[in-house]
């Protein structure tokens, strides 16, 4: 790492190519890759070695003892299907919202997490889907070529990559603005951070933040509430156990007065919106890293790319996917793996620039954070056990030592976080700020 500067993934990694193989058995990542009838593939690159040593590097920043024991930063990878019981699938993601296909000349990564992207699809499509449209999609994406397809899916909101697509970073995979201001955080208080995004990366930043020994504000507006609280209950719970919750609803007047003053307040701000939502909302990333502000804004693909992807179709697209032992096919990697992956990489970013004492803008793109992981190494086939080492999969270094591909698994749930809103009044008040419209 330069001096004054953010380390990224690839600095961070110094695991032999054996101890890679070792990281991604243990992890649970490879129990979710390969064909749902096929043999379990050990994924390329390392990005569950790049996660690992990203908590050791989190931890050199915490001065309390306790904070962050016994978290595998490998294993939060695959913590997520652990809790919801989800299976590899091959060409279908293992949440069942992401479908590799093939297109005219390569291969496409396409997600539809969202209730409107039916309607979404249809319009790029030109006719109304049916209820089973995937086979439609399918047939027409077959027809046509992949970077014509990416390249009308973008300003439609759908979430489309072609395999590979970014395999090559266009820069670190977390760029820093220049210094701002100095921070004008008390010694005498926990850091606070004010967490605007949603669904897995960045409330998971905030969450290995919150347990380093942050205080974390989550805020969310009435008519956009965090998605994750649609799904699994517990998965949510564990990002955002301990956390306050905040509503403010920016079209109100007042609502957007403690919104801005909320924001100076902090320390640190997570949010995962284009630059011109936030701007809506009044919101001046700039002026706040000027004032002393982390920012950290977490995207696809960077904070000049107006594009929409999730974790799987990211990933994907940045190259990490499985080859298919039977016919070289790509073959999903994990859940969702750009998501936990890019969380860990934003929340060693945010403290790598505290200890800088300055405001930063933290330019986090999920698919220069996946890239970063991808070293040229393909992945290889897991082999089941003889006899000798009982009927278990195991993955096989480069000496010949056999190590046991382990499950994904979950940490103990924490108490359920608050409702949505539950600590609005209460937040604004230990803040000095004046309370939301009625």
Do not use: N
């Not at 669904?199 to 998971?204: D, E, H, Y």
């Not at 909302?281 to 929409?308: C, E, K, N």
């Not at 934003?346 to 996946?370: E, F, K, Y």
């Amino acid at each position: 790492m330069k001096p004054g500067g953010v380390a990224s993934p690839a600095e961070s990694s110094r695991r032999s190519p054996d101890d890679v193989i070792v990281d991604w058995a243990e992890s649970g990542v490879v129990v979710l890759t390969g064909a749902p009838e096929g043999p379990l593939v050990v994924p390329p690159g390392r990005a569950a070695s790049v996660a690992r040593d990203l908590i050791v590097r989190l931890r050199r920043h915490v001065p309390h003892a306790d904070a962050l024991r016994g978290l595998d930063g490998g294993r939060l990878l695959a913590e997520r299907a652990a809790l919801m019981g989800l299976r590899r699938g091959g060409r279908v993601s293992a949440g069942g919202s992401c479908r590799l296909l093939p297109a005219r000349d390569g291969w496409l990564a396409l997600s539809a997490p969202r209730e409107d992207d039916r309607w979404l699809l249809g319009a790029a499509i030109g006719r109304e889907l049916p209820e089973e449209w995937w086979p439609l999609i399918a047939r027409w994406v077959r027809e046509r070529p992949a970077g014509a397809l990416v390249e009308a899916a973008a300003p439609l909101g759908v979430a489309l990559a072609r395999v590979g697509e970014s395999a090559e970073p266009s820069g670190p995979a977390v760029i820093p603005s220049a210094p701002g201001g100095g921070m004008r955080r008390r010694e005498d208080r926990p850091l606070l951070v004010v967490d605007f995004s949603a669904l897995w990366a960045g409330p998971l930043c905030a969450h290995l933040l919150g347990s380093a020994g942050a205080r974390v504000v989550k805020v969310e507006t009435p008519d956009r509430p965090d998605g994750a609280r649609r799904g699994h209950r517990g998965f949510y719970d564990l990002l955002h156990s301990g956390h306050a919750s905040v509503v403010l609803d920016p079209r109100l007047p007042e609502d957007r007065r403690a919104m801005a003053q909320l924001v100076r307040a902090a320390d640190v701000v997570i949010e995962s919106s284009r630059p011109r939502a936030l701007a809506g909302f009044g919101l001046d990333a700039a002026a706040r890293v000027a004032a002393g502000t982390i920012w950290v804004s977490i995207t696809a693909y960077g904070r000049d790319r107006d594009r929409v992807g999730f974790g799987d179709d990211v990933a994907a697209g940045a190259g990490l996917v499985a080859a298919d032992p039977r016919d070289g096919s790509p073959l999903f990697c994990g859940d969702a793996v750009a998501d936990p992956l890019t969380g860990i990489t934003a929340a060693a970013a945010v403290l790598d620039a505290v200890a800088q004492g300055r405001g930063r803008l933290l330019d986090v793109a999920m698919s220069r954070v996946v890239a970063a992981t991808l070293d040229g190494t393909s992945g290889r086939p897991a082999r089941r056990g003889d006899a000798l080492f009982g009927d278990e999969w195991f993955a096989e270094t480069s000496r010949g030592a056999r190590t046991p591909v382990r499950g994904p698994l979950s940490r103990p749930l924490p108490p359920p976080a608050p409702p949505s809103g539950a600590d609005t009044a209460a937040v604004l008040a230990s803040l000095g700020i004046g309370g939301p419209a009625k």
